[in-house]
């Protein structure tokens, strides 16, 4: 029997497992093929063409349109999976809607573009549905390279560096490989077990060994694994929160965000899952409207994103600002948490209204209060246990060309690496490019 959404305080089962699993549905469900047809025949095949530009993976577009428009989605597969291993992660998860998808002609004519991101997942799906992986290793070439991280960055650099005849060897420190694919990405982004299967997929090139539970300064050394091996790939991702800074912020019920959005991917039963009656989220980003949506799909009466800045300012998309409130959660710019307030669990926060100047952000020092039983913070993450002999730029690993560190034999790319967007498609792009000069400096 579902609790029902007035439920006090933070408990499972608001609704029902069925309510549940119809809310946690395919966000953009697989096209049919006529209507793969219908949508390919809308591309104009533009010569120079400008999502091609957009896209962090250099995809030929129109290229595997054209494909699937002639009926060949296994050659259109191969056109986006030799660009990007992991295609069929970023058909679902990329924001093409100000990627490839913005700076389509036909967006820029007629404020429809071709829907590029389901005709990626409707020809990659094709193969991966198939069993087929359509890569073969070259011949053993005796090197060995050390991968650390099992994300996107990590999976790309692997295959690529497998398939050119090299041994790679992960070293990632959670149970499962995947990296965000698998504790990060909306769960209605990646039905199905999606991620775990891609990994599976992408594992049949050979020559991958991935050891789970090994991780970089835990008995794992930078220097042990420069000895061991020809070279290095560091994709550790960001595993630090930014604290909020909020008096209280140590209160049952306050919790970071992308830890409960990996408990509710790694959740084999959604309605097991404990939400609060009043959520807010404080954050901006593609996290923050993660947490929030997936919390209001869960049950939660009222959720409410609370962002410092204006919506300008957002990092999340229009799209996904859209999706956020049509799925009924509120959003509130300008305001900063400034105290939690409950005995011993949260019941309320306290937010200050800011205006900005110059780029200059400032309390106005009038606030006011929302009822809320759990906030999640959503605030940012930070690179964490990156080994101190690396030089870093601001706050994360500093690289130079196709991610070569301060330290020799060193690679680093994603989220960890400095400069690019944190996106699934530049980690995947960073982790491709940096196999390529790893190679190209292992045989020179
Ligand atoms: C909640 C959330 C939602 C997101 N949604 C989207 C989206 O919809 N679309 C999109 O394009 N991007 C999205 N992103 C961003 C995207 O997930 C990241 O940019 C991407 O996963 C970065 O890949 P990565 O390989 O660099 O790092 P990660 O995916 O973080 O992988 C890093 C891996 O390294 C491992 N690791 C860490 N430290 C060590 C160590 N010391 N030793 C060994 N292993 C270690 C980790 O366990 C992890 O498996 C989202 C991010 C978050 C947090
Ligand atoms: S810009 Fe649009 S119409 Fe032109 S090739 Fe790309 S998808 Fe096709």
Redesign the pocket.
Known sequence: MAQGQTAPGIVAGRLSSEDIAANFDDLHPAYAPHEAAVAADRCYFCYDAPCVTACPTDIDIPLFIRQIQTGHPEAAAKTILDQNILGGM?AR???TETLCEESCVRETAEGKPVEIGRLQRYATDTVMAAGVHPFERAASTGKTVAV???????LSCAHRLAMLGHDVVI????PK?????E????AY?STENYAEAEVDWLLKIGGITIENG?????G?TLDGLRDAYDAVFL?????GVNALRAEGEDKDGVRD??DF?ADLRQADDLSTLPVGRNVVVIGGG??AV??AVQSKLLGAENVTIAYRRGREAMGASRFEQDLAASKGVKLMFNVQPVAVHGNGAATEIELEYTSSAGGELTGTGETTRLAADQVFKAIG?TL??APSELELDGRKIAVTGAGRTSVDGVWA????AAGGD??????VAE?RDAAMDIHKVMMG
């Open positions: 970023c998860v990329c924001p650390v991280g099992a994300g996107p960055a990590g070293h990632e420190a959670r490989a995947g990296g965000l694919n504790f990060g990405i909306a982004k090994s991780a970089l300064g835990q794992v994709s550790i991702g960001l595993g965000a992308v959005i593609m996290t993660d947490a993450q964490e246990g790319g994603g989220d960890c944190d996106l699934t498609v530049t980690a982790g």
